[in-house]
């Protein structure tokens, strides 16, 4: 069973930066691919960004691009995601998501393992 455990939100005035990590607490994370997903409050779970399995693939949701990076390292068994200018509307709890396949869109309902959050908040 996959246990999926983020870390490195926090409070951020706007304009500035945080890094997420996922680690993974297999033996290895080489097959499955990551999405990153966030809510806020009294909206639905969004996707954020995915990177696929061997971390060739990439995809971010028109609201990050140019302003998130999704990014693995499969030797640490973590996925990350560098958060730069960021805005009070990116405030929301962040999840990471995998599923073992290779893809890069990450949809929600294919996600099979959820961390259990952590909180960012953009705010002044």
């Known amino acids: 069973q996959l246990q999926l455990v983020e870390s490195g939100g926090g409070l951020v005035q706007p304009g500035g930066s945080l890094r997420l990590s996922c680690a993974a607490s297999?033996?290895?994370?080489?097959?499955?691919?990551v999405g990153w997903f966030r809510q806020a409050p009294g909206k639905e779970r969004e996707g954020v960004s995915c990177?696929?399995?061997?971390?060739?693939?990439?995809n971010y949701a028109d609201s990050v691009k140019g302003r998130f990076t999704i990014s693995r390292d499969n030797a640490k068994k973590t996925v990350y995601l560098q958060m730069n200018g960021l805005k009070p509307e990116d405030t929301g709890v962040y999840y990471c998501?995998?599923?073992?396949?290779?893809?890069?869109?990450?949809?929600?309902?294919?996600?099979?393992?959820w961390g259990k959050g952590t909180l960012v908040t953009v705010s002044s």
């Open positions: 998501a995998a599923v073992r396949m290779y893809t890069n869109m990450c949809r929600r309902i294919d996600m099979d393992y």
């Open positions: 990177i696929s399995s061997s971390g060739g693939d990439t």
């Open positions: 297999l033996s290895t994370l080489d097959y499955y691919s």
